[in-house]
């Protein structure tokens, strides 16, 4: 059984992240946690130290603890699988990390809502708690229906980790699969070949989903500029992609990765 683990704000954006997470659960055998924690003021530090913290914490937590308990309340019909969410005060990033070391999730999931503004998505990538975290994230950047999943590859090792990381996290759901291949063009509309003869990485990683009763749907070379890719893949209700810690904003790969609205599963390279 897959552990994932919801981050949960009272916004919009977890809001998504909680009902789209519901429609994985009903796809994959997962067991469903959840986490919000309430950060100290913006100084950095709780007010005093004994009765006086506890009070503090005491009156952050059960705020925090009401706001969490709405949310979940107005998502309740659609998710009747979470249990209470565990509420932590801290620092949001090392918050998230301890708790994900200590219990071992398999998954992180969290709402980001989609923004052409690349700093939002580079700020979250480089973070700390991406920089050091051990299982791969799903960012909800829209609610979308899953029935169909694009797998992008890059080349044959990356190709490889990806596959193995979406058959474990998606194995058993009946799903439909495209494998893409992205040739970057600055100029001209987005064009398609779908001889994967002509491309060996197409080729590895259709036999390793071959090999597990997972045949795709379709195996595509896609030519355009990052923003005209991302455009195409907004169909999919899931873009299974790797990442380099290292990226660079400027990047076609990254900008590729800024333009796609659909959730995105990264698989950390």
Not at 139 to 165: D, Q, Y
Request: negative net charge.
């Amino acid at each position: 059984m897959l552990r994932t683990l919801v981050y949960l704000d009272a916004d919009l954006a977890s809001s998504i992240a909680l009902r789209y997470t519901c429609q994985l659960a009903q796809l994959v055998d997962m067991k469903l946690y959840s986490v919000h924690v309430e950060e100290p003021d913006q100084d950095g530090h709780a007010p005093g130290t004994g009765w006086v913290r506890r009070t503090w914490e005491s009156t952050v937590l059960k705020t925090g603890e009401f706001e969490i308990a709405q949310l979940i309340k107005a998502e309740k019909a659609s998710c009747p699988k979470l249990d209470t969410p565990k509420m932590l005060i801290g620092d949001r990033e090392n918050e998230i990390l301890r708790e994900i070391q200590k219990e071992s999730y398999d998954l992180l999931v969290e709402g980001s809502l989609h923004s052409f503004t690349a700093k939002k998505l580079y700020d979250k990538i480089h973070s700390r708690l991406y920089r050091h975290i051990p299982c791969p994230v799903i960012i909800v950047k829209n609610l979308v229906h899953i029935e169909k999943v694009a797998l992008i590859v890059r080349n044959e090792i990356e190709s490889k980790k990806s596959v193995s990381m979406f058959l474990k996290i998606f194995k058993g759901a009946k799903l439909k699969l495209d494998l893409i291949f992205c040739e970057f063009q600055e100029f001209g509309h987005p064009s398609f070949n779908a001889d994967k003869e002509i491309n060996g990485t197409l080729s590895a990683a259709e036999e390793i989903l071959v090999e597990n009763k997972w045949p795709p749907e379709n195996c595509l070379t896609i030519q355009g500029a990052p923003e005209e890719i991302g455009d195409v893949l907004r169909d999919y209700g899931l873009v299974v992609s790797p990442l380099h810690h290292t990226i660079s904003k400027k990047s076609n790969w990254f900008q590729l990765l800024n333009h796609i609205p659909s959730p995105i599963l990264i698989c950390w390279q």
